[in-house]
T-cell receptor
Framework: EPEVTQTPSHQVTQMGQEVILRCVPI?????FYWYRQILGQKVEFLVS????????KSEIFDDQFSVERPDGSNFTLKIRSTKLEDSAMYFC?????????????FGPGTRLTVT | ELKVEQNPLFLSMQEGKNYTIYCNYS?????LYWYRQDPGKSLESLFV?????AVKQEGRLMASLDTKARLSTLHITAAVHDLSATYFC??????????????FGKGTKLSVKP
């Protein structure tokens, strides 16, 4: 069964460093998303991406964040200058389309630890 | 702005008992999802509810959606230890003009004890 994959599974970085989190969505899906979950808290929407551009972003997704689909398969989230509060689990998700029926499939997540 | 409220946030149950988790949301939507999350793991899709009155069942879990009341329930029947996990409901904000991003509740941490 096709699945969303994410690398790395765990990333440790120092405050102020740049990190890139990678995702490979399901191959025929068209909509891509990043969510984050601070430990013990709810899952929060960061950004959606369709047709090679951002569709929507939340207040969390400030100028430190960017997303890219550098080739036909990868979808990346870059954090330019990490802060301690960026420590969280980051989930990538994809879906085929937004019309009925449609479901988002989540990847296994990348745990980001900023020290 | 769409808000999603779940209750209870913590639920300690004995094996064999029944209980219901509630998910209320604040604005119109007819797409609601239930996910299960084990500690340190990703989100496992349990149910997709796409219309008013939708009811789905899988094993000891049954989910329903009332779009008029903006309420979904996840009912647990005869709980077993394996159901211990955190359960999230998530609402698709497509009526708000989004491209289907999900707004999650805070989750219900379920602990089933023998």
């Amino acid at each position: 069964e096709p699945e969303v994959t994410q690398t790395p599974s765990h990333q440790v970085t120092q405050m102020g460093q740049e990190v890139i989190l990678r995702c490979v969505p399901i191959s025929n899906h068209l909509y891509f998303y990043w969510y984050r979950q601070i430990l013990g808290q709810k899952v929060e929407f960061l950004v959606s991406f369709y047709n090679n551009e951002i569709s929507e972003k939340s207040e969390i997704f400030d100028d430190q964040f960017s997303v890219e689909r550098p080739d036909g398969s990868n979808f990346t989230l870059k954090i330019r200058s990490t802060k301690l509060e960026d420590s969280a689990m980051y989930f990538c998700a994809s879906r085929s389309w937004v019309t009925f029926p449609s479901e988002q499939y989540f990847g296994p997540g990348t745990r980001l630890t900023v020290t | 702005e769409l808000k999603v409220e779940q209750n209870p946030l913590f639920l300690s149950m004995q094996e064999g008992k029944n209980y219901t988790i509630y998910c209320n949301y604040s604005t119109t939507s007819d797409r609601l999802y239930w996910y299960r999350q084990d500690p340190g793991k990703s989100l496992e899709s349990l149910f997709v509810l796409l219309s008013n009155g939708a009811v789905k069942q899988e094993g000891r879990l049954m989910a329903s959606l009332d779009t008029k009341a903006r309420l979904s329930t996840l009912h647990i029947t005869a709980a077993v230890h394996d159901l211990s996990a955190t359960y999230f409901c998530a609402v698709d904000d497509h009526y708000g003009g989004s491209q289907g991003n999900l707004i999650f509740g805070k989750g219900t941490k379920l602990s089933v004890k023998p």
